[in-house]
């Protein structure tokens, strides 16, 4: 079968159906400008998504160091023995136990949604398809994924992403935390979100440095922004979101205990604590300016606070002294010794937040 052509005239997901339903084997290849996508098939099954006997890095070779599945040296590792030993890149990763079976298959599986998520967003582009000869797999391990149901799928993502791209449309945009008293009981990739924008970071920075797929990144950014848990720069204006607000506001207020029976009531506070105890949300750490403010001394003991209500979740009681408080290189000027125990106390028993 001949296939070649332009993305204007004849659409991926139709590529795709006939592809299936002709049960065909080979690779179908994506570009558009500098962006390179491949797609294998083996009878009409989606298998992997590289480039074969390429030397150069697969898209799912990048995409498992990224998402911090592999480190720099395993990627060079499965890279040398691939270009040495013409191997498949899910033979080498099985050969060399960089990850199991089960693991590898839903990590694979998401990066086809990936994949086809942003290309099917493409009205420009060229596709050619060129058959091959299935080859056998070196550990008899050997995915395939139906077609038609990882388009269906795919195709969902797509209608969702087009309702976040409207309002989530500059990649120039800042990202900015709001009030993290709304954020309820946020999933990991929400506390990744969080925990990357504890300095204001670009939408298209957040897209290409994040560990998360593209649609976790934009359906968790955009339930955020909808909370008003984040500040998007020229974002539209948000649907909904006083209702939500006014029905979160109107939940009971739980109360935190710190320590010396002092009773504190935070508002919404104990939800960045379960954040917290997960071990994912902290300030980024960075470079300290020369000069420290009010704010900034201010944002260190509510720190201190909520770390020291993590480790009494965790272990029952309060630290005795905390002379290192996750984000911080170094305290603020002015801002009291938590590594002194009196000091601490008078912290954790200050009612005045």
């Known amino acids: 079968m001949a296939l070649k052509g332009n993305l204007e005239t004849f659409r991926l997901e139709e590529i795709l159906q006939l592809i299936a339903s002709q049960r065909k084997t080979g690779v179908l290849r994506l570009s558009k400008g500098d962006l390179r996508f491949a797609v294998l098939f083996e009878e009409g099954r989606i298998t992997s998504t590289h480039e074969p006997l390429s030397r150069d890095p697969s898209g799912l070779e990048l995409a498992l160091e990224r998402m911090g599945k592999l480190s720099g040296v395993q990627l060079g590792r499965v890279g040398e023995i691939r270009r040495t030993e ?45 058959n091959r000869t299935a080859t056998p797999s070196a550990n008899g391990f050997r995915l395939a994924f139906r077609t038609e149901g990882i388009l269906m799928e ?12 409207r309002a989530l449309s500059n990649k120039a945009a800042m990202v900015s935390r709001q009030d993290l008293s709304l954020a309820r009981e946020p999933d990991s990739r929400k506390r990744r ?41 020229g974002a539209s204006e948000r649907k909904g979101s006083s209702e939500m607000q006014k029905r979160l506001a109107s939940s009971p207020v739980e109360q935190v205990a710190f320590g010396a029976g002092a009773a504190v009531a935070m508002a919404g506070l104990c939800l960045v604590v379960r954040l917290l105890s997960a071990g994912f949300f902290a300030p980024v750490p960075g470079p300290a300016p020369s000069v420290w403010d009010e704010a900034a001394t201010e944002q260190y003991l509510d720190d201190i606070r909520l770390q ?5 979740m965790e272990h029952g009681t309060y630290p005795l002294s905390m002379p290192h408080v996750k984000g911080w290189s170094h305290a603020p000027s002015g801002a009291p010794d938590a590594a002194d125990p009196k000091v601490l106390a008078g912290i954790l028993a200050d009612d005045s937040h």
């Open 154 to 165: 795919a195709m969902r993502r797509q209608d969702e992403m087009a309702r976040f791209r």
């Open 86 to 130: 013409g191997a498949d890149p899910l033979d080498v990763l099985m050969s060399t136990g960089a990850m199991p079976p089960e693991e590898l298959a839903h990590f694979l599986e998401e990066h086809i949604q990936d994949v086809l998520l942003r290309a099917l967003a493409w009205r420009s582009g060229n596709y050619e398809f060129i």
């Open 308 to 312: 020291a209500e993590v480790q009494r």
């Open 193 to 233: 979100i969080l925990e990357a924008v504890a300095t204001p970071r670009t939408l298209g920075d957040l897209e290409d440095n994040l560990p998360l797929w593209l649609f976790e990144l934009y359906e968790g950014l955009y339930e955020l922004w909808e909370l008003g848990v984040v500040e998007v720069q």
